[in-house]
Every structure is written in C-alpha cells, then in structure tokens.
Nanobody
Framework: QVQLVESGGGLVQPGGSLRLSCAASESIFSTHTMGWYRQAPGKQRVLVADTSGRTTNYADSVKGRFTISRDSAKNTVYLQMNSLKPEDTAVYYC????????????WGQGTQVTVSS
C-alpha cells in the first residue's frame, strides 16, 4: 500500500503563494500518474493538476497560476500555487493512480489551504 504524505497548506492572503508537497512512501513515478484534487466546503472533489512525467494537466481555473512538478529522487510531487484567490480555498488532496487506470487509487490525508484577508 502506497502512503502519500502532504504538507505545506495554511492561511495566505489573496495574491499570495503556497507550495504543497506530497511524498510517496515508495518510488512510483515510473508507473503512476500523480497529482492534486481539491474539495471546497459543500462541493465535489475536483482535479486541480496531475502529471505522468510526460504529460501535465491543469484545471482551467488554475492554468497560469499553479505549477505541478516532481522530484524523482525524493519521490515527491509539488504544487506551486501563485496569485491565490479566495475561491482556491479548499482541502487539497494528493493522489496517485497507475498509468493504466483512470481513477485515483491512493490518496493523501488532505491539507487545508485558506485564502483570506
């Protein structure tokens, strides 16, 4: 069972930046897509960004503001979030899925991001 441990959430003012990290318990980058979902209060969990290493996808709402990257040596994926808006407030969940499967298989515990003045 792959464990995903997130860090980096917190409170930030509008226009500010945060970087989320997600460390996997084992080396899975070569066989898994990894990324981030978020869930705002009363709303469904939605995909924010993911990467297979060859392709990267972003939700339209974060394009140009968020950047996903990964460090294979550390088994860690990052989400750099710039120009944050109040509507980015949500719990952010790291996930991983085998490249051959469409649905997430492994989830992190979630980290709260709050954008407020």
């Amino acid at each position: 069972q792959v464990q995903l441990v997130e860090s980096g959430g917190g409170l930030v003012q509008p226009g500010g930046s945060l970087r989320l990290s997600c460390a996997a318990s084992e080396s899975i980058f070569s066989t898994h897509t990894m990324g981030w979902y978020r869930q705002a209060p009363g709303k469904q969990r939605v995909l924010v960004a993911d990467t297979s290493g060859r392709t990267t996808n972003y939700a339209d709402s974060v394009k140009g503001r968020f950047t996903i990257s990964r460090d294979s040596a550390k088994n860690t994926v990052y989400l750099q979030m710039n120009s944050l808006k109040p509507e980015d407030t949500a719990v952010y969940y790291c996930y991983a899925r085998p490249a051959t499967i469409a649905s997430p298989r492994f989830w992190g515990q979630g980290t709260q991001v709050t954008v407020s003045s």
